[in-house]
């Protein structure tokens, strides 16, 4: 039995409790029970993935011993988007940064509370650092020497760096990385800079013992001694002659370019810096790292690699919201320093989407100090690995900073939306007092002012409501439709299957075997507007599937940009397919294989949303599932979690074909969001999902449909509806009260049990427990 689930009821209700309480000015007793709601849901400690301190081998271990809690969350600001790095006091007095003296205050507070929340404190640099030649050799013309640096108490600290440098008298730039990646530097010496790389990496890495040397006094984590060492070797090249001081670049790939990027932040000495796939605690925030992203999490990193960041930071497992500071401002210390985000846009720890906004609010910062020629953004087709072209760009890149060059970063994005822009675009004048506003208790009124009352009086409505959804969706081209294949027998098979788009063999697709078969639908045999789908089912006994007898759900999936639906999904799929269930998958427009295909939408479709788009592809589906002859037309759901489960209750509120649906924290409601909720500003502006709920910011109240509406339409068909207790993107009585809405219309259609409504202890995710909840309930009512 797992008692931390029997636990969260009682430890929400301690949190509750003592945030109304009279509790000390220490708020201890508030703090405890937040520490004990964070135990009840965090995965469990891993020992041997690396040790919190000298003094603790895990991150209990760590709790114990110091009895550090985390914050009072309730005494906290909310800042669900990106802190902006040219406000003071965000969230209280939220003072604009317009001098020179507010931006240096403003870099001390980054400063500080990076170190407090996520690096720990460093020792200032020490004033007896030795550097002793341990070899020096010819390489051709290229000068090859090795050196040992030692510092610190008696000395016992060092650092080992090897500089390849260049014919010539130089003075050179400098171009350093990390002791895995010298072939890396090779390519920098053959544009004439000085390549040195440093013993600050797992293959070799001699800042391990600098946490024995210095704590407790300074508790820096494992990257952030990579960086504090990196810095005593720019001590070092401070001493040559043949070292362009002014011109000292740093990089690394994924760990190494996030201890890159706080090596830059923590000295301006180093004059540009790349991330190269740094992710999350790289140069994609943490904010934009949470489940719905399915990505590397706050609690995934800290518990797969507890040594790399302070263990503060798994505070803010589902709190992602709270965080005083954000990788943007981490970067933001970088500024005017030159600085380039870069990664692969279909990397799987990645997020593409997430990397732009961090980029975007980092434009603001370069142009405040005239540098904004000095910040650049690169992504590249593939996974997690880099090669001679990405290092070419680099190194253009450092040469553009440096002035070596006039060849400026293309700088090309997939995400460049705004509802300013597309207001320009499109034309759209839209007056919010020409919709009448909406009480809690409207959805049953009719449009004489009348109740409704009878079935006929709710379809009546139901098709109001649905001309309501439709322009909210936006206006969608005219278009036929494509039925998609028939015969299962004419779509490739088995776990090899074709695929024609290259992006999903590069991205890879869920891979399953023995009980669970794969049909692809794409090329000339797609699906909807020459769309690629893939179709999972239970391998028939008797090799041949009967006609017209599988269920299936199509599901859909979450923010997962740089993947779309091939990630951690083998296996919900063998589970679906173990209880009977087909499963659809594809690729929303923007995410995995999609990704340029969404760049430009608003452009070709300035007048439809992308949230339209998504709807019409899911209703495409439903044709081609309802043409496909192992299919039972009659049993075909949709389901998904966050943005897949939006998509989902949007289309079964349009079409009747979906004869369930199933919403794990797809429910944001609009008309009740406060302003520390992200749901209005999510679908209008950063997503660019429905740019006219844009025009509503300012009167919610007048939102021609919300969450309730919709799921009164899909009345009286099954509905399964999860919200988590303590969500950061939705607040839980709003959601409450979407479902007492719709509720008297399940009554009125005489399906009051359609609708089940759970609301696990938990914050916002697609846990196992949940996935349980879900198969469950389609096994018991859909089958």
Known sequence: MNLRILWAPVLLLCVACAAQANVPDDDSSVRRAYLKQIQSVLPPDRPGRGT?????????????????????????????????????????????????EQWQQK??????????WLTGTFPPPPTNLNARVLSEKKDGQVTVRTVELRFGPDHKAKMTAELIIPPGDGPFPVFMTQWNHRLWALVAVRRGYIGCIYAGADDKDDTENYAEIWYPKYDFTRLMRRAWGAHRVVDYLYTLSEVDKKKIAITGHSRNGKQALMAAAFDRRITACISSSG?????????????????????????????????????????????????????????????????????HLGNPWGIEQCYQSLK?????????????????WGR??????????????????????????????????????????SGEKIDPADYPEKGLDDLLLKSDGGTVQTVADWQQKKAEIRKQIRWLLGDQPPGATNPGPKASADIPSTDNAYSGDHLARVIGRPRTGGPVRRLVIGGYNGFGDYLEANLYY??????????????????????????????????????????????????????????????????????????GKMVADTQAAL???????????????????????????????????????????????????????PAIRWYYDLHGLLPRLGFFENNKSRIPCDFQEILAAIAPRPALVIAPTWDRFANLNDVRQ????????????????????????????????????VLDWCEKNLK
């Open 623 to 677: 044709d081609t599932l309802s043409n496909l002859d192992i299919i039972d037309k009659a049993r075909i759901y949709a389901g998904g979690y966050s943005l897949g489960a939006t998509i989902a209750l949007y289309t079964a509120a349009l079409d009747d074909r979906i004869a369930a649906v199933i919403s794990v924290s797809g429910i944001t409601p609009l008309r009740t969001s406060g302003n520390d909720s």
């Open 384 to 425: 997690h690995g880099t090669s001679a072209r990405d290092m070419e760009d680099y190194i253009d890149f450092f040469d553009y900073c440096f002035d070596r060059t006039d060849r400026k970063p293309e700088n090309k994005l997939y995400y460049d939306f705004s509802f300013d822009n597309w207001k320009k675009l």
């Open 364 to 380: 603001p910062v370069y142009d405040f100090l005239h540098a904004e020629d000095k910040l650049a953004i690169r992504f590249r």
């Open 279 to 347: 992710g999350t605690g790289g140069e994609t925030p943490w904010r934009y790292t949470s489940e719905p992203f399915n990505t590397e999490t706050i609690a995934y990193m800290t518990t797969s690699f507890p040594h790399w960041c302070h263990p503060r930071l798994r505070f803010f497992v589902g709190r992602e919201h709270k965080l005083p500071i954000d990788q943007n401002l981490l970067l933001a210390l970088v500024a005017p320093g030159g600085l380039m985000l870069s990664s692969a846009a279909t990397e």
């Open 738 to 773: 979407c479902i007492d809405q719709a509720t008297p219309v399940y009554t009125l259609l005489n399906a009051p049990d359609n609708l089940k409504f759970h609301t696990p202890q938990d914050y916002n995710r697609f846990s196992r427990q949940i996935q349980k909840k």
């Open 52 to 100: 919190v301190s000298p003094l603790d081998a895990t991150w209990t271990d760590w709790l114990n011993r110091t009895g550090e809690l985390p914050p009072n969350f309730d005494r906290m600001p909310a800042i669900p988007f990106l802190p902006d790095p040219l406000i003071l006091d965000e969230g209280t007095k939220n003072i604009p940064i317009e001098t020179a």
């Open 107 to 116: 870099r001390k507070w980054i400063a500080e509370q990076i170190k407090h």
């Open 538 to 611: 239970p391998a028939p006994k008797g090799g041949r599937q009967k006609s017209n007898s599988l269920p299936v759900i199509i599901w859909l999936h979450e923010y997962a940009y740089p993947t779309g639906f091939a990630r951690n999904r083998e296996e919900l799929i063998e589970a679906f397919s173990k209880r009977g269930f087909a499963v659809f998958l594809f690729d929303q427009i923007g995410f995995g294989t999609r990704i340029a295909e969404g760049a430009d939408f608003y452009q070709r479709y300035p007048h439809f949303s992308k949230l």
